[in-house]
């Protein structure tokens, strides 16, 4: 608890320990509704040389400012959060500039915002600094174990830039709970039992030991994952700089490590590759035996006989580029014989990742109307005028892109196979793509929906939307509209499977 | 020949491991060991335990489990024809070091990777059975990145999803024939389809269960990959419309860009000399941008003919200086989007920038003090009492903004 007194015409504020945000809390708020100017107002630690000097003056809080709990005073989240952090510091003017920043919160209720604030500034720069130490605590502790077996203890020797041992020692709680450890530093101490947490008084170096067997393996570590044909100096003594150096027991390489690095460096650049090693060969010969003679790799799927041959040489299709940026292949589904092929227009996201068609939102829109439609799911094959997804990257997601009449084309070859394997008496376009596909050239479906049209090899092809495009009706009202239209359409489809 | 000591395993698994360049251990769901009184936990941001000269950072236990390898990736230490000394760490032993490291904070966790001995299954399986012990037998609760072998089988990569924090699959090279030139027993329709598979099992267990309404653990950290740079002739252009169909496609946490460096046992197919640094540098500050900034990958590159990154400036301000029709942008108006397209404005210099404005109009000196440097800044904004006038567009603007040329550390 703070103690307050009054030394006119200044007031000194005493406050229990290095961060006894507490203490200053209840003074500073009781200081700033009573209109406590900031440069009235001196701020000391118990027990320190500086506190001393107003030694006699001291006052308790309830005397000295009466009433001063009955009111409240809010302040902004951001401020208490700033506050809380900003007590660890080690600049004895941090509680002054607080107590500043608070008194001026009264008029001002958005200076947190004001990022170029001078005294805003100055706050994030030392919550900046007490965060980085705090930080840099949990990253360099280096641990020696005492004994072995179920009673060994854990003991590491720090030196903190900041008042943090107390705030940081919960993260090692967290972190180290099935243990027994004490981290020492100059100003504290933090001492886990394996149930109990303390904070103690400060130590010396020479309180914690001074060697542990898995040090002689960490360097190794630390040597052996440093490549020297990257040195790069300052970017590590940016985020480790030497005067933690002397703690860590990986850091009395460096030096030697620097020093070695250009020449390593230079001899794997000259050195002249080798000859293959001696088990090479037989690695080669057993893993990957060269593929026997007269093994074409340019099969085109022409000769397939089944459909599940035709997918499988449709897997390393490169009639188009489109293969480039999709995952795979996304061939056609369902059996062979069937009465009819639904033809869509190209996989999506879904369909690519998964290497089956229609099993996007599209896929699950057209299998419930071919359901409400009566159409025998089981008897229908799916697939698409374009095998490979054609996409642009936008951040996380894949926007759908049209394949072109060059990729249609390309294409066709897989589904002019897979209808000829099928011997369908009826497809059915999904959208422009497929009947472009299936029928060679451009087609209206707008103005063509619900028609048949016969092929020159007597193929019926029934021409309808994507169900994509129902999907992409903003009002429900025509979306339920359109969603009617398409179900008559399979509806449709079902009379004429006969 | 003698046996070989832990010691000697591990300088030699440790060298194999350090091609990698990832060594994050952000990004996993936070969890501590309270409740199992065990040891280790995670808790957003990653820990940087140690730095080497390099300027990486050590973060975790980064080793193989082997260095024998069935592939031969001319790129790689590890590959079979290689006479680099090889090694192979037993489960234990793996086990033990991730803990007694950890114990001793030195690290935050493992990330394990492996050569391909026999086949992939049997490699995985080791890989799986690691991070199974430490998870059940030791109730550790660091962070564990297991590199999943492509064609290793579904229930594996289950398995491994259950333990590890992220899982990763190494795409090599930015394009297929680069691939099949370097790494030639290496199938990219392989890498691909593994990653979707990720894709789909990491987006799968993240909706709660049907029955239990709680969520399946699964690779909180999600997943990455690495791509090589310098090893073929790959024009950055062509590296980050890979990276762009990468992150789009599978939803990689990170893509990280490896200069290919040097190897002490080198093949023949390679570029001997040193790793291009700064070009590594740029790529990844233009990943940044694509990722953070809303730049479109193929406007980075836009007035670049041959597709390559300048290396003297950044790609930011490279942007910009060949956009300035663009500027100035005025910092007491314009929206984050393009404050956002400011040289010298970074993600948190345009949310303070955002903030303060609204309850004062921003002077020069304002912005000076809310980014790091208010020089880069200067010529691209308008704010009170302040245009940049024809600096904007005076012909030297890049002359004056890039830096003076240093030599580079040592080379």
Redesign the interface.
Same mark, same amino acid.
């Given at each position: 608890m703070a103690a307050i007194a009054r030394s006119l015409p200044r007031m000194t504020v005493k406050l229990a320990g290095q961060t006894d945000l507490d203490g200053w809390r209840t003074a500073a708020r009781a200081l700033a509704m009573k209109g406590v100017p900031a440069d009235q107002v001196g701020w000391t630690i118990a027990g320190n040389a500086s506190a001393d000097l107003f030694a006699g003056t001291d006052h308790a809080a309830s005397e000295a400012l009466p009433g001063a709990d009955s009111t409240t005073f809010t302040v902004p989240r951001a401020f208490v959060e700033l506050a809380e952090t900003v007590v660890c510091h080690r600049d004895p003017e941090r509680f002054a500039l607080l107590y500043r920043v608070l008194y001026r919160l009264r008029e001002e209720p958005h200076l947190m915002k004001i990022g170029s604030d001078t005294d805003v500034r100055r706050l994030e720069a030392m919550a900046k600094s007490v965060r980085r130490d705090i930080h840099k605590m949990r990253a360099f502790v280096r641990f020696r174990r005492i004994g072995g077996g179920p009673d060994d203890r854990h003991v590491a020797w720090f030196e903190p830039d900041h008042f943090i041992v107390e705030a940081n020692a919960p993260f090692f709680v967290r972190r180290f709970t099935g243990m027994r450890w004490t981290i020492l530093t100059p100003l504290a101490s933090a001492d886990w039992d394996g149930t109990r947490l303390t904070i103690g008084p400060g130590a010396t170096k020479t309180d914690a030991p001074s060697e542990d067997d898995a040090e002689t393996l960490w360097r190794t570590y630390f040597a052996s994952i440093f490549n020297p044909a990257r040195l790069k100096v300052k970017a590590m003594q940016a985020e480790m700089p030497k005067r933690y150096w002397r703690n860590l027991p990986e850091a009395s390489l460096i030096p030697d490590m620097i020093r070695g690095a250009e020449e390593k460096a230079r001899e794997m650049v000259e050195k002249q590759p080798s000859e293959p090693a001696p088990h090479h060969a037989k690695i080669q010969a057993r893993h990957w035996p060269a593929p026997p003679a007269g093994d074409s790799t340019t099969q085109d799927g022409a000769d397939a006989r089944t459909l599940a041959e035709l997918s499988r040489t449709a897997e390393s299709c490169r009639r188009c580029d489109l293969w480039r940026d999709a995952t795979q292949t996304v061939f056609g589904e369902g059996p062979a014989p069937a009465r009819v092929v639904f033809v869509g227009e190209q996989p999506g996201d879904h369909e690519d990742i998964a290497g089956k068609p229609f099993v996007g939102p599209a896929g699950r829109l057209l299998d419930g109307v071919l359901v409400e439609a009566g159409v025998d799911r089981d008897a229908v094959y799916v697939t698409n005028a374009v095998k490979h997804f054609k996409f642009e990257p936008r951040g996380k997601r894949r926007i759908h892109a049209r394949p072109n009449a060059g990729e249609v084309k390309a294409c066709r070859w897989w589904l002019d196979h897979e209808l000829a394997l099928i011997r369908p008496d009826l497809a059915v376009a999904l959208g422009a793509t497929a009947a472009q596909s299936l029928l060679g050239k451009p087609v209206a479906i707008t103005k063509l929906r619900g028609q048949v049209i016969v092929r020159d090899d007597g193929l019926r092809v029934f021409l309808t939307v994507h169900p994509s495009y129902l999907l992409r009706i903003p009002d429900p009202a025509d979306r339920d509209a359109e969603h009617g239209r398409f179900l008559a359409d399979m509806k449709a489809v079902k009379a004429l499977m006969g | 020949m003698t046996a070989i000591t832990?010691?000697q395993k591990?300088? &030699?698994l440790? /060298?194999a491991?350090? #091609?990698d360049a990832s060594c994050a251990s952000s990004g996993a769901a936070k969890r501590?060991?309270?409740k199992?009184?065990?040891?280790?936990?995670t808790?957003g941001s990653g &820990?940087?335990?140690? #730095?080497?000269? /390099?300027?990486?950072?050590?973060s975790l236990? +980064?080793i193989l489990l082997t260095n024998f390898c069935?592939y031969?990736c001319s790129y790689c230490i590890n590959r079979?024809?290689?006479?680099v000394r090889r090694a192979r760490f037993t489960v234990d032993e793996v086990v033990q *070091?991730t803990l /007694?490291?950890y +114990?001793?904070? #030195?690290i935050e966790g493992l990330f394990l990777s492996s050569g391909v001995i026999r086949s992939p299954d049997e490699t995985m399986g080791e890989m799986v059975e690691i991070a199974r012990r430490l998870r059940e037998e030791h109730?550790f609760?660091g962070y564990i990145h297991l590199k999943t072998i492509p064609e290793c089988a579904p229930e594996l990569l289950e398995k491994a999803g259950r333990h590890a924090d992220r899982l990763s699959i190494n795409v090599e090279l930015p394009t297929?024939e680069g691939v099949n030139r370097l790494a030639p027993?290496k199938k990219p =329709?392989t890498i691909?389809?593994s990653?979707?598979r990720l894709?789909?099992k990491i987006e799968e267990k993240s909706e709660p269960t049907m029955r239990t309404k709680t969520r399946e653990r699964f690779a909180p950290g999600g997943q990455s990959t690495q791509m090589i740079i310098g090893a073929d002739a790959s024009p950055d252009a062509t590296i980050l419309k890979s990276s762009?169909?990468l #992150?789009?496609?599978y939803?990689l946490r990170r893509v990280y860009y490896s200069?290919f460096?040097?190897?002490?046992?080198?093949?023949?197919a390679l570029p *001997? +000399?040193?790793?291009p *640094?700064m070009r590594e540098h740029r790529l990844y500050q233009a990943d940044w941008l694509?990722?953070f900034y809303g730049f =479109?990958?193929d406007e980075i590159l836009s007035g670049r003919p041959d597709g390559m990154l300048d290396l003297a400036v950044d790609p930011k301000l490279a942007w910009a200086i060949g956009n300035r029709a663009m500027f100035p942008v005025d910092v007491n108006r314009a929206d984050r989007e393009n404050l956002l397209r400011v040289p010298g404005l970074g993600t948190r210099a345009v949310g303070?920038?955002l903030?303060?404005r609204?309850?004062?109009r *921003?002077r020069l000196?304002?912005?000076g003090?809310?980014c790091q440097s208010i020089t880069k800044v200067r010529p691209f904004i308008v704010a009170e009492g302040w245009t940049p006038g024809a600096l904007t567009d005076s012909a030297n603007l890049r002359a004056r903004l890039a830096p003076a040329p240093v030599q580079m550390?040592?080379?």
């Open positions: - | 832990l010691r591990l300088a &030699i440790s /060298d491991a350090k #091609y501590n060991s309270l199992s009184g065990g040891i280790g936990s808790e &820990i940087c335990h140690s #730095y080497a000269p /390099d300027g990486r950072c050590i236990l +980064k069935i031969d079979s024809s290689s006479n *070091l /007694d490291f +114990k001793r904070n #030195y109730r609760g297929d027993e =329709e691909r389809i990653m979707a894709r789909s762009a169909r #992150y789009s496609s939803r200069a460096s040097p190897i002490p046992d080198s093949s023949s *001997l +000399k040193n790793p *640094l694509m990722r =479109e990958q303070r920038i903030d303060t609204r309850y004062r *921003l000196e304002d912005v003090r809310l550390e040592l080379f």
